[in-house]
């Protein structure tokens, strides 16, 4: 299998947004999902919040994998995983340091060890 493409979904600031429904991803390494920001532009791992829903039979892992050194001096700290993901529960993992986690293609990367939906929602940034 591959990757599974999962879009942000982008919290509205001083509004709301309908809680969306996140992207299916399979198990394994090499699987997972990978977040991109829209247009081919870099994903903002910053203001990167991930939303994990175990819905399969049994306990998982999520891991967020270390980026890729260099450009990312940072990757050698290794992945970030959440354990003991329970059936039927939600996790949230981030906001995350882009030069520890960012990959040489401009994206994020979870893998998960069990089937899980992912969300990735991005926090909006005043300007």
Same mark, same amino acid.
């Given at each position: 299998?591959?990757?599974?493409?999962?879009?942000?979904? &982008?919290?509205?600031?001083?509004?709301?947004?309908?809680?969306?429904?996140?992207?299916?991803?399979?198990?394994?390494?090499? &699987?997972?999902?990978?977040? &991109?920001?829209?247009?081919?532009?870099?994903? #903002?791992?910053?203001?990167?919040?991930?939303?994990?829903? &175990?819905?399969?039979?049994?306990?998982?892992?999520?891991?967020?994998?270390?980026?890729?050194?260099?450009?990312?001096?940072?990757?050698?700290?290794?992945?970030?995983?959440?354990?003991?993901?329970?059936?039927?529960?939600?996790?949230?993992?981030?906001?995350?340091?882009?030069?520890?986690?960012?990959?040489?293609?401009?994206?994020?990367?979870?893998?998960?060890?069990?089937?899980?939906? #992912?969300?990735?929602?991005? #926090?909006?940034?005043?300007?």
């Amino acid at each position: 299998m591959a990757r599974t493409a999962v879009p942000y979904s &982008n919290l509205v600031p001083n509004n709301e947004l309908a809680d969306p429904a996140g992207t299916a991803v399979t198990s394994g390494a090499g &699987n997972g999902g990978q977040i &991109n920001a829209t247009s081919g532009a870099r994903a #903002v791992p910053e203001l990167t919040i991930l939303r994990l829903v &175990n819905a399969s039979g049994s306990t998982g892992t999520a891991t967020l994998l270390a980026g890729t050194n260099p450009p990312n001096v940072a990757a050698g700290q290794g992945n970030l995983t959440s354990t003991n993901i329970l059936t039927a529960t939600t996790r949230w993992m981030g906001p995350f340091e882009s030069n520890r986690f960012m990959q040489s293609d401009g994206s994020i990367i979870v893998e998960t060890t069990q089937a899980m939906t #992912v969300t990735a929602f991005r #926090v909006p940034r005043n300007t």
